[in-house]
C-alpha cells in the first residue's frame, strides 16, 4: 500500500473512532437500555445526528479558519493590545501585510476526512430517524 494511502486510513479511521466515541457518549448519557425498542432506536438517531453534525460543524470551521476568514479577529485584538503598549503604535501594519504574512506561512491542509466522517454519520442518523418515525411516530 502507499504512503499516501496509508496517512489517508489513518486519518479516517481516528475520525471514524472520534466520532465512535462520541456516539456512544451519547448513547451513555441516555440510558440505552432502559426503555423500549422505539425510544433505543431513537436515543441511537440522535447519536449518530449529534456526531455527524458536530463533525461537519468542525471540519467547516476548520476549513473556514485555513482560508484566513478569521484574521480580522486576530488583527483587531492585535491592534488592542499594541494600543495599551507605550510605542506599541509603532509597530502598526496594514491589514493586507498582516493578512499576507499569516497565509504564508499557513499550510494546505487536506480537511476531507473529517467532512466525509460527519456527512457519513449524519446520513445514518437521518436514516434511523426516518426508521424511527414510520415505524413509531
Request: aromatic share 14%; charged share 15%.
Amino acid at each position: 500500500m502507499k504512503p499516501e494511502n496509508k496517512l489517508l486510513l489513518k486519518k479516517y479511521l481516528i475520525c471514524f473512532g472520534i466520532a465512535s466515541a462520541i456516539v456512544f457518549a451519547v448513547i451513555a448519557i441516555n440510558g440505552f437500555f432502559t426503555d423500549s425498542i422505539s425510544v433505543n432506536l431513537g436515543i441511537f438517531s440522535d447519536a449518530f445526528f449529534v456526531s455527524g453534525i458536530l463533525f461537519i460543524l468542525f471540519g467547516g470551521m476548520l476549513y473556514v479558519s485555513g482560508e484566513g476568514a478569521l484574521l480580522g479577529i486576530g488583527f483587531v485584538l492585535r491592534n488592542i493590545v499594541l494600543a495599551f503598549i507605550p510605542m506599541g503604535r509603532a509597530r502598526h501594519e496594514v491589514y493586507a501585510d498582516y493578512r499576507a504574512r499569516k497565509l504564508e506561512g499557513a499550510k494546505n491542509r487536506k480537511l476531507g476526512t473529517i467532512f466525509v466522517t460527519g456527512l457519513v454519520f449524519l446520513a445514518v442518523g437521518l436514516t434511523l430517524t426516518v426508521i424511527w418515525s414510520c415505524l413509531y411516530y
